[in-house]
Nanobody, 124 residues
Framework: QVQLVESGGGLVQAGDSLRLSCAAS????????LGWFRQAPEKEREFVAA????????WYTDSVKGRFTISRDNAKNTVALQMNRLRPEDTAVYYC?????????????????WGQGTQVTVSS
């Protein structure tokens, strides 16, 4: 049974930084892509970033490029999302997700497993 558990959310001010972490367990993730999505109030859930577990390839949505960095620690089975220069529009529940086999990086329906989410609130 795959489990994804997010942590690190909170309330910050615009311009601050936060680091989200996703602990993955239940199987070997070498053939997986791990991604982060977010859902703001009254909006659709959207792709934020993703990374291959073994190769380190990354993808980002345009609005976070240059501000967010996704990384993985294979030894600890974790994926992190470092978020810098946060903006009020980054306010959302952030979800970790895992996909295998890999076929569509940006589409949420391609991801097989999801965490419970962690709230990020950025005040202006």
């Amino acid at each position: 049974q795959v489990q994804l558990v997010e942590s690190g959310g909170g309330l910050v001010q615009a311009g601050d930084s936060l680091r989200l972490s996703c602990a993955a367990s239940g199987r070997t993730f070498s053939n997986y892509v791990l991604g982060w999505f977010r859902q703001a109030p009254e909006k659709e859930r959207e792709f934020v970033a993703a990374i291959t577990w073994s190769g380190g390839h990354t993808w980002y949505t345009d609005s976070v490029k240059g501000r967010f960095t996704i990384s993985r620690d294979n030894a600890k089975n974790t994926v992190a999302l470092q978020m810098n220069r946060l903006r009020p529009e980054d306010t959302a529940v952030y979800y970790c997700a895992a996909q295998s086999p890999v076929w569509r990086i940006y589409r949420q329906n391609a991801y097989n497993y999801w965490g419970q989410g962690t709230q990020v609130t950025v005040s202006s």
